[in-house]
């Protein structure tokens, strides 16, 4: 069982910056892979972000080059580092490991594993 702690979110002015981070309970949690998702309000979720064990990253084109996805597994954490937000980039961000180490996997299905409660991030002046 792996229990998934968001934390980071909050509110920021457009252009600024926020580092998310997901916190889990139980050692194998270095063996999953990480994914990052966000769902705006009335819009469906979307996969941000994901991370494999070893540290090969997957991006959404909507925040290549804002968006950095990094792990500690000594501190059992996944970071998403946010820079140069958008109004857009407001929602409910979750993360979501895997114990199916494959990237491509967090593209096609947007369920299974274990799942953290979330955080609101919102851009706005």
């Known amino acids: 069982q792996v229990q998934l702690v968001e934390s980071g979110g909050g509110l920021v002015q457009p252009g600024g910056s926020l580092r998310l981070s997901c916190a889990a309970s139980g050692s194998i949690f270095n063996t999953y892979a990480v994914g990052w998702y966000r769902q705006a309000p009335g819009k469906q979720r979307e996969l941000v972000a994901a991370?494999?064990?070893?540290?090969?990253?997957d991006f959404a084109d909507s925040v290549k080059g804002r968006f950095t996805i990094s792990r500690d597994n000594a501190q059992n954490t996944v970071y998403l580092q946010m820079n140069t937000l958008k109004p857009e980039d407001t929602a409910v961000y979750y993360c979501n490991a895997r114990s199916s180490d494959v990237l491509l996997l967090f593209r096609l299905y947007q369920q299974g594993g274990y799942w953290g409660q979330g955080t609101q991030v919102t851009v706005s002046s």
């Open positions: 991370i494999t064990s070893g540290g090969n990253t």
